[in-house]
């Protein structure tokens, strides 16, 4: 029987179909890709049923448990599932991206503290004594080596401290990574698919205004209350000063494109604004509910 050869032009389609499959794996191995490994099957999502992307999903999943390493497998099947999957899926469905990325990022963060609780009870601990536990195993790890900063940490503030002050940052570290990580796979999605978010998606985002009475009431726990109370103030504020970052720079975008400002020149202008100007950013974002930047210097 005579198989019809196949096109050269065919070969970069077929690749193309067949990466998400892989490619999450690969990515997820580079902790400079780390963050975007979900952005494959976020496209496969976006553009085929359901049922394919959990394929992807789960021949990712099977090519990583090879490695052996169950924690790894279940970070990334949960990173995965909730901002590779479900995030693109309710796009298709309900049409709005703010309203999905809340609901996925709920997903995840419930999972995160539902795996502390099993992982804890496993071990018989309850979840905060488990991170606690685990903190100190990473520190112990790392101490040992005589060239890193960790052991130079531990010599000027004492172990404790250093425990304590990880301790402090550890809920707002992650939730903000994951809120991040939602923005930055919506960002290379957006560049990746054509005709996915319209050119001014980036300039016109805003929080919902009730956003404002939670930041408000973080704020006052952690200016007038001690302990637990003001842990919980301490880590909201940084997780809504995140969210009206995000706002600050749609305002930033917003003026770049009314001034025509394109490629490198615009690369740095937003560099400069988050390494240098971040509090001019999240400031813009925050008092953008009461006096709406963008209006009052026209619409594009």
């Known amino acids: 029987m005579n198989e019809k050869p196949l096109e050269f032009g065919a070969i970069p389609k077929l690749i193309f179909r067949v990466a998400p499959f892989f490619l999450s794996f690969l990515l997820f191995q580079a902790p400079l890709f780390l963050v975007v490994s979900p952005v494959p099957l976020f496209i496969l999502t976006l553009k085929n049923r359901v049922w394919v992307s ?51 990022y709920l997903f995840l963060v419930h999972v995160v503290v539902g795996a502390l609780v099993v992982l804890g009870r496993n071990a018989g601990q309850g979840p905060i ?57 919506l960002l290379f999605a957006s560049q990746l698919v054509r005709g996915f978010l319209s050119k ?21 726990l952690f200016a007038f209350t001690e302990k637990a109370p003001y842990l919980i103030g301490l880590n909201g504020f940084k997780l809504f000063m995140v969210l009206y970052g995000l706002q600050g720079l749609s305002i930033l975008s917003h003026f770049l494109n009314r001034a025509g400002i394109q490629g490198f020149f615009r690369t740095a202008i937003y560099a400069i604004a988050l390494f240098a100007g971040s509090p001019v950013v999240v400031s813009a974002g925050f008092f953008d509910l009461w006096f709406d930047f963008r209006k009052k210097f026209g619409q594009i």
């Not at 992807?56 to 590779?84: C, E, H, T």
């Not at 956003?211 to 704020?219: C, E, G, H, K």
Request: no cysteine; hydrophobic share 50%.
């Open 54 to 104: 959990l394929g992807a999903f789960l021949s990712n999943l099977a090519i990583l448990s090879s490695l052996n390493d169950p924690k790894a497998l279940w970070v990334a099947g949960f990173f995965w599932l909730g901002v590779g999957i479900l995030f693109p899926f309710l796009i298709r469905k309900t049409g709005k991206i703010q309203q999905s990325a809340a609901v996925s």
């Open 129 to 185: 004594e488990y991170v606690r536990s685990e903190v100190f195993q990473i520190m112990d790890q790392l101490i040992l080596n005589p060239q890193g900063a960790v052991k130079e940490l531990v010599e000027s503030e004492g172990r404790d401290g250093l425990y304590r002050k990880i301790m402090t940052e550890l809920p707002s570290g992650i939730l903000i990574s994951l809120l991040l990580s939602f923005w930055v796979n």
């Open 200 to 220: 001014t998606f980036w300039s016109r985002y805003r929080n919902p205004e009730w956003l404002v009475w939670p930041t408000i009431a973080s704020a006052a």
